[in-house]
């Protein structure tokens, strides 16, 4: 499960907490208290910093729709030429498009399976490196199959695509066994135009 953060913005004693426990001591028989979770540190200070009325009493199991992205964070995309197709996927540094890793080309594949694995990689690195950062996906199917811990495509498995599906199986096995605390947020294009992974081959 990902890790949470709590703001208290009313309580015994306000703030940021990394623990429902802290929080909770700090709220529990409060008449006024106003308080709620992020899927993030950065989020949560920033919603402290901004005050409960844009925040409180909004659904609280999503995160805040903001005028602006977590920009120290990664973006993960994926292209595909077809359905299927050849597919290439990557990610990046979200607020200067430094390419942080990159895969492919791999033949009969889809796009899909490229964000999908694309989260995952993202995934494996910050795991390493003890890094609980934001990461960002333009895909909400590929999001839930994350979360699911399971890649629910319909492609059949080939010849040629035989390394793709090894790297399916690498990747369920590494949601399987490890547990991490980076929140894996949809990134809003409409509010903050193309992810910047893109890889600009939009027709």
């Not at 009969?108 to 399976?113: L, V």
Request: hydrophobic share 35%.
């Amino acid at each position: 499960m990902a890790k949470k953060y709590y703001v208290v913005w009313e309580g015994y004693d306000i703030g940021v907490y990394a623990s429902w426990e802290e929080c909770k001591k700090n709220i529990s028989g409060y008449p006024t208290a106003k308080y709620k979770s992020f899927p993030s540190k950065e989020l949560a200070e920033k919603a402290f910093r901004e005050g409960y009325q844009h925040y409180w009493g909004k659904k609280v199991d999503k995160p805040i729709m903001s005028s602006d992205y977590d920009h120290n964070s990664i973006a993960v995309d994926a292209a595909c030429s077809g359905n299927p197709g050849t597919m290439y996927y990557r990610g990046v540094i979200a607020a200067t498009k430094e390419i942080v890793f990159a895969q492919g080309p791999f033949p009969s594949a889809t796009n899909n399976i490229g964000e999908f694995l694309a989260i995952v990689h993202a995934l494996a690195l910050l795991y390493k490196a003890k890094d609980t950062r934001v990461i960002y996906s333009d895909s909400q199917i590929a999001i839930s199959w994350v979360k699911q811990k399971k890649c629910k495509t319909k492609l059949a498995q080939e010849e040629n695509n035989k390394k793709i599906f090894e790297l399916i199986e690498r990747a369920e096995n590494w949601l399987q066994t490890h547990t991490y605390n980076n929140p894996i947020l949809k990134w809003e294009t409409h509010l903050w135009g193309e992810i910047p992974a893109d890889y600009g081959n939009k027709k």
